[in-house]
């Protein structure tokens, strides 16, 4: 069949859950077996948002291909289990840079560039590249932001141009939200009617309507919504509250809007059955598990929870698979000294040291991996994590008082992490990060190689100063055993302790890898760990 295009958009509020929204339809598609991927269009003018502070936007995911992308592609990785790529996100940065630079070479053979047709026509373009590959049945774009913004108008714009030219290949699902005004003690549909009013302003009317609530949503009020937005009343389904995220599909499957959506597109949903079964026993788990796992995550953005979104998710993951409910502690790496540290960290069953580079932060981190270590307390290091456990044991096992990272003390001595000369064959030309997967061969006998049970694995990177492999012959001999090396330039993938029964630092990012269904073996072996402590 053709592949048709789904388009979500949001209304009345942001942060209502269009990921979860479009992960959970995407998710019920696929269990029915049908191809999907998922797409997120942002309206920011930055071209990618690997220069944004995570303060500002949450973690910046990373994909197999090397983009830096929006953290709501991590949901659709986590919920479908299939690798997104830089096709899958989408900013306006991006969109109006193509346009520029075409200008700019002439391609428009001297014509007024403009909105329309010009913007629209490159994002209907970003938006039909995974279509056209013929890979999939559906592609569901998320659109961020809120119906109304001045930044949404030309994504909008190209929804409706697209709904028009395609006809029946097309269609919108619409979230919004419903407010209970306590002192009424009622639901009010009235911002969800102004929303949908909008929407139908810029020549888009929803063919499917979710609404965000507290409370359930009477059959009442359903038909008043139905009636005055000019949709079906089975077209008006309930996202209440969940306690996880990881409910919504099972809901979104209840409410039918998987079935809606097929019937709209003119498919028979009675021709397959959306087969939950893997997901419903992961849910079960998570449910029925009493017993706790203490995690504290050291790092600099937290903050902002979302700053460290994926590595949240995979220590839930592990906690489910590992019959346990994961109970996790942030802590503010600033804030932790040589004084305090017994107090902030001792109860916890294991420690985990957070990405997060530059100096700010920095030496709280290092006083985390020192206690670890000294203690023999389960602690996993995750990039820049991973490097300052190998200056914290330069410091205080080698003896290198000035062993530092180049990146924050470029005159130090001793830089145990450096720029080094062997990454300049992995980086693209003009580039100073290593992104996007690159290979690692696991040394036999290691800690690593048992977790993962293989010799060769891929995982991803965002970085640019790497582990100074003139240093590794001490780090061996001392009792850090480099376990896994990139095998084109020998750079350090990752580093162990043969003195602690779990003390491993990594330099990539392991939990971009981490589904619901397939949760990451680092993660699972890293709470089995701290279970056994």
């Not at 979500?8 to 269990?31: E, R």
């Not at 944004?52 to 291909?65: A, M």
């Not at 549909?189 to 409370?215: A, F, N, Y």
């Not at 630092?505 to 699972?524: A, K």
Request: glycine share 8%; aromatic share 8%; net charge negative.
């Amino acid at each position: 069949m053709a592949t048709k295009y789904i388009f979500v958009t949001g209304g009345v509020a942001s942060s209502l859950g269009k990921g979860i929204i479009s992960s959970s339809l995407g998710k019920l598609l696929q269990a029915r077996g049908y191809r999907v991927t998922n797409q997120k269009l942002d309206p920011y003018i930055n071209v990618d948002p690997g220069t944004l502070n995570p303060y500002e936007h949450g973690e910046c995911y990373v994909t197999v291909d090397g983009h830096e992308a929006d953290l709501d592609l991590g949901h659709y990785e986590r919920f479908l289990n299939v690798r997104t790529t830089k096709a899958n996100n989408v900013t306006s940065g991006r969109i109006y840079m193509n346009v520029i630079n075409r200008e700019r070479r002439g391609d428009f053979l001297g014509k007024t560039v403009q909105v329309i047709p010009h913007i629209t026509d490159e994002i209907k373009r970003n938006i039909k590249q995974l279509g056209n590959t013929g890979n999939y049945d559906f592609v569901i774009t998320e659109i961020g932001g809120v119906v109304g913004d001045i930044e949404s108008l030309p994504y909008i714009e190209s929804v409706r141009q697209m709904r028009w030219e395609m006809g029946r290949d097309c269609l919108c699902i619409h979230l919004t939200y419903v407010p209970f005004l306590s002192a009424a003690g009622e639901l009010k549909t009235k911002p969800t009617q102004h929303s949908v009013r909008e929407l139908q302003q810029e020549g888009v009317q929803p063919d499917i309507l979710v609404l965000r609530t507290e409370h359930p949503i009477t059959p009442e009020a359903r038909k008043k919504v139905a009636l005055f937005c000019n949709v079906e009343a089975d077209c008006v389904i309930e996202s209440a509250d969940a306690k996880s995220i990881y409910e919504v599909p099972v809901r979104m499957q209840r409410e039918g809007l998987d079935t809606v959506v097929l019937k709209k597109f003119g498919i028979n949903p009675e021709e397959t059955h959306a087969d939950m079964r893997e997901w419903n026993e992961f849910l079960h788990k998570m449910e029925t598990a009493t017993e706790e796992v203490r995690i504290a995550l050291v790092g600099k953005y937290v903050r902002l929870p979302d700053a460290y979104k994926s590595i949240t998710e995979s220590l839930i993951h592990a906690s489910a698979y590992n019959d346990r409910k994961l109970r996790l502690e942030l802590i503010l790496s600033d804030d932790l000294t040589e004084e305090n540290v017994a107090a902030k960290l001792d109860g916890h069953d294991g420690i985990l040291i957070a990405p997060g580079f530059g100096e700010r932060g920095m030496y709280g981190k290092i006083v985390a991996a020192r206690y670890a270590r000294e203690r023999d307390i389960p602690c996993l290091g995750i990039c820049f994590g991973m490097q300052v456990m190998a200056i914290e044991f330069a410091r205080n096992v080698l003896g290198l008082k000035d062993a530092h990272t180049a990146e924050i003390d470029p005159s130090t001595p001793d830089k145990v992490i450096d720029m080094m000369e062997e990454q300049k064959t992995v980086l693209d030309k003009g580039g100073s990060m290593r992104l996007g997967a690159y290979a690692c061969e696991l040394r036999a006998g290691t800690k690593a190689a048992a977790i993962y049970g293989k010799e060769l694995i891929h995982e991803r990177h965002r970085h640019r100063f790497e582990f100074n492999n003139q240093y590794k012959q001490r780090f061996e001999d001392a009792g850090m055993t480099v376990s896994g090396v990139n095998p084109d330039t020998g750079l350090a993938e990752i580093i162990e302790s043969r003195d602690n029964r779990w003390y491993i630092g990594v330099q990539f990012h392991p939990e971009y890898s981490s589904t619901v269904l397939r949760p990451h073996p680092l993660f699972i072996e890293f709470i089995k760990a701290a279970i056994e402590k």
